[in-house]
């Protein structure tokens, strides 16, 4: 099985300051890990994504994630967090041992402050 | 390119009412999703189709059934709704299997009464 956790449902940050939201991972082979985000009333648009090589992956807006294999986690991070990075995060996982869909994270709600 | 379309937007059924959600995409996508989205639950696969003529059960499938008759739309139909069902939809798209990034609709906001 596959399975991914987020383990915070919100997170505050203040703008200007960097920030951190946190996603973990299961599967039972290698993973393909995958950052969304979603806007009020929107739907999910791609971040970024870790399919093999350089364990830091840098994506859209200025978001990063790092993959670590030994503590199965895919953290998205970004230096500096602006009030329009507002938004629901969700982390989504697909194990390439048998499995051609994602599973998706029960999301993360960032609220950066002015 | 208009990407990833839904209609409608927003619908109210009754219990027991059918209807059907029609998802199209202008990229050429051989993968298409229905999700549902709850609040606290995230996002849960209801069904998939990998091409032109086939359908796929995900994770949540029960109460729906889906068909793929041209490889640009992807439709959801509802038989007879239940309040269970009271959701926002979203439809999307991949080039190919799941190590492509997927292509979101809008979503279609789902009541039922």
């Known amino acids: 099985a596959q399975s991914v956790a987020q383990p915070e449902d919100q997170v505050n940050v203040a703008e200007g300051n960097p920030l951190t939201v946190k996603c973990t991972y299961s599967?039972?082979?290698?993973?393909?890990l995958f950052w969304y985000v979603q806007y009020p009333n929107r739907g999910l648009q791609f971040l970024l994504k870790?399919?093999?090589?350089?364990?830091l992956v840098k994506g859209s807006y200025g978001f990063e994630a790092e993959f670590n294999k030994s503590q199965t986690s895919f953290h998205l991070k970004k230096p500096s967090a602006l009030v329009s990075d507002s938004a629901l995060y969700f982390c989504?996982?697909?194990?390439?041992?048998?499995?051609?869909?994602?599973?998706f994270g029960k999301g993360t709600m960032l609220l950066v402050s002015p | 390119n208009a990407g990833v379309t839904q209609t409608p937007k927003f619908r109210v059924l009754k219990t027991g009412q059918s209807m059907t959600l029609l998802c199209a995409q202008d990229?050429?996508?051989?993968?298409m999703y229905w999700y549902r989205q709850d609040p606290g639950m995230g996002l849960r696969l209801i069904h998939y189709?990998?091409?032109?003529?086939?359908?796929a059960k995900g994770e949540v499938p029960d109460g729906y059934n889906v068909s793929r008759l041209k490889k640009q739309n992807f439709l959801l139909g509802l038989e007879s709704a239940a309040p269970s069902q009271t959701s926002v939809y979203f439809c999307?798209?991949?080039?190919?299997?799941?190590?492509?990034?997927?292509?979101f609709g809008p979503g279609t906001r789902l009541t039922v009464t």
């Open positions: 999307a798209s991949s080039y190919r299997d799941g190590n492509y990034e997927q292509y």
């Open positions: 599967v039972s082979g290698n993973p393909y």
């Open positions: 870790y399919i093999t090589g350089d364990n």
């Open positions: 989504a996982v697909r194990d390439i041992k048998g499995y051609s869909t994602l599973t």
């Open positions: 990229m050429n996508h051989e993968y």
């Open positions: 189709s990998v091409g032109e003529g086939t359908t």
